[in-house]
Structures are given as structure tokens and as C-alpha cells.
């Protein structure tokens, strides 16, 4: 199921890219109904509309059908709350969302692969978090930006789906508190930009908690574009950017799901979202 969707929404990401003929900052599409394409439960289809309806950054849609696909597409900016990000001492990466089906598939993945806590570290709107609460999973929605952290709460009032938003420096947080199982860390950046920074230092903290890492996944967002490999050859961009902190951790691929984000919108190739387990 997971597989089949992220290639449907990879092709659908692709025939929107052809289709758009806007010119908003940031836009994304949600299928509006089930379908042999897209057989996601109807009720958390609905609450994936909501996100996005109760989300300020949106500020217009419309229906389009894309491929055979009926749709909604949502235009939004984020200027502000990119700004406001990079403000930071403490940023280690600007705000960029993955779409929002996006954040459904990865963690519908980490449900199956039976994680039972989702940590998203750098947490932006809280897309990861939402998905994964509707889904079930205890979540924590870690994010540096106040006025991000501001509209998180905003989206957890108007939507009735609590995801936790805590505004913190994920360095800085004090993860043996949360009483973890079996969690998974969603790492909001890629390696190059910053995103190792907030990778090793959670790891340096899964450290100080016993017996935790048997049980901790670690998912990474990777880039296979070439721009972010200056004059490296394929070896460099093995594993999307992180085989340094992969091979240095111990740490095992058990999944690799490309997927669309806002990012990746003008090109070719979507996001690698790199699941691990501590070896
Ligand atoms: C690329 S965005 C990812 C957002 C979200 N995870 C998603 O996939 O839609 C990275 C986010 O990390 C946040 N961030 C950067 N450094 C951080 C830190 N030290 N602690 C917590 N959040 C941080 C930024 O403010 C930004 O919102």
C-alpha cells in the first residue's frame, strides 16, 4: 500500500507540474476523493482537506482533475514563516514543507514499520505530526519558530487533532523525559543544509538514554539532485546525502519511499525519505 501510493503520488506530482498554470509561491494537490489510484481511508482523507483548510499559509483552491485524478489544489505562501526561520541562532534549517500527502505515506510507513512514538524534529506547520496522530501514533511536533509553533497550535485547536507542538530547540531538548518506546525522529532537513547538525545531535542524546536505540528509527529527508553534490560523483550522493552519518552511527536502511515536497516541485526527481534502525 505504501509503495503504491508513493509511486501514484510521484506520478501525480508529476502531471500537476505539466498541469499548473498558477504562479503561487508554494502549491500542492490533494486527491478529493478514494480511489483505486489513492485508497486511503475516507475519514483521514477528510482530516488531510482540514489540515490544509485551518493552515494561514494556504490562502486559495480549487478543484482540477490531474491525470484521471480529481483534485483540490491548494496555493499558499511562505514567505514570512521561511523568514522568520532562518532568524535563528538555533536554525539549522529554513522552513520548507513536504506535500501533504506526502507526510501521510511516510508516516503510515513508520506505523507499519510498527514505531509507535513519531518525533518530528524541525516540525514546521506540523504536517508530519498531524498525519501521524490522525494515524494513531503518540506524537511530538518539535519546532525552533515561534510563529510556526504559534500556527501549529492554531491548526490544533481549529482541527480538534492535538499533535503536540512544542517550541524548542531540538538540540536542546531533553528527549529521556518523553518516557519513549519504540520512537521514530523525522530529521525536517536535508544533510547538506543543516540537517546533519540536528541528526547528530539527537543521536549524541539517544546515547544518554539506556537501552533506547534497539528500538529508535531514525528517518532522514535526502536530495538526489545533482546541485547539492558539486563536482561529486554517485558514490557522494549514495543514500540522498547522509552515508557519512548512516555508516557513522550504525545505522541500517530498512526503507527508502521518494515522495514530493514543496521543494521538489520544479524537478525531476521527488525526495528520498530514508528509514533506519539502529544496527
Ligand atoms: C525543511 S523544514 C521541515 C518542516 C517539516 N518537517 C516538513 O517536512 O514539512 C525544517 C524546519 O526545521 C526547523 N528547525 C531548524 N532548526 C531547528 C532546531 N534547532 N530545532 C527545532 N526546529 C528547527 C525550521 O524552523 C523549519 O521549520
Known amino acids: 500500500m505504501v509503495e503504491n501510493l508513493a509511486r501514484n503520488l510521484v506520478q ?15 502549491q500542492e494537490v490533494l486527491p478529493l476523493t478514494k480511489s483505486d489510484l489513492f485508497p486511503l481511508d475516507e475519514n483521514h482523507l477528510e ?7 485551518k493552515n494561514p499559509i494556504y490562502y486559495n ?30 536554525s539549522y534549517q529554513p522552513f520548507y514543507p513536504t506535500w501533504i500527502l ?12 510498527g514505531f509507535k512514538e513519531v518525533l518530528d524534529i524541525g516540525s514546521g506547520d506540523g504536517r508530519i505530526a498531524y498525519c501521524a496522530r490522525i494515524l494513531g501514533l503518540e506524537t511530538f511536533s518539535i519546532e525552533v519558530e515561534e510563529s510556526l509553533v504559534n500556527l501549529q497550535k492554531l491548526i490544533t485547536i481549529s482541527s480538534r487533532i492535538d499533535f503536540n507542538p512544542k517550541c ?3 538540540v536542546e531538548f531533553n528527549y529521556s523525559d518523553l518516557n519513549l518506546q519504540s ?14 547538525i540536528l541528526a547528530n545531535s539527537i543521536i549524541e542524546k539517544l546515547n544518554e538514554i539506556p537501552d533506547i536505540k534497539k528500538n529508535t ?17 554517485s558514490e557522494g550522493m549514495s543514500e540522498g546525502g547522509w552515508k557519512t552519518v548512516i555508516e557513522k552511527n550504525n545505522l541500517k536502511v530498512i526503507q527508502t519511499i521518494i ?21
Open 61 to 90: 483552491s480549487y478543484e482540477q482533475t490531474i491525470g484521471k485524478v480529481p483534485c483540490l489544489v491548494y496555493e499558499g505562501d511562505i514567505n514570512e514563516y521561511w523568514l522568520n526561520s532562518i532568524s535563528h541562532g538555533a
Open 183 to 196: 520512537p521514530v525522529f523525522f530529521i525536517g532537513g536535508l544533510a547538506q543544509m543543516g540537517g546533519d
Open 259 to 279: 515522495l514530493p515536497t514543496v521543494w521538489t516541485f520544479d524537478q525531476p526527481v521527488d525526495t528520498p525519505y530514508i528509514f533506519t534502525k539502529f544496527q
Open 102 to 113: 506526502s507526510a501521510y505515506v511516510i508516516s503510515l510507513a513508520a506505523k507499519n514499520l
Open 217 to 233: 528509527g531514525i528517518t532522514f529527508a535526502g536530495t538526489y539532485s545533482k546541485k547539492y553534490f558539486p563536482g561529486t560523483m
Open 47 to 53: 482530516l488531510l482537506h482540514e489540515f490544509a483548510k
Open 12 to 26: 501525480l506530482k508529476q502531471d500537476f507540474t505539466v498541469a499548473y498554470e498558477g504562479n503561487s509561491h508554494i
Open 168 to 170: 524548542a530547540d531540538a
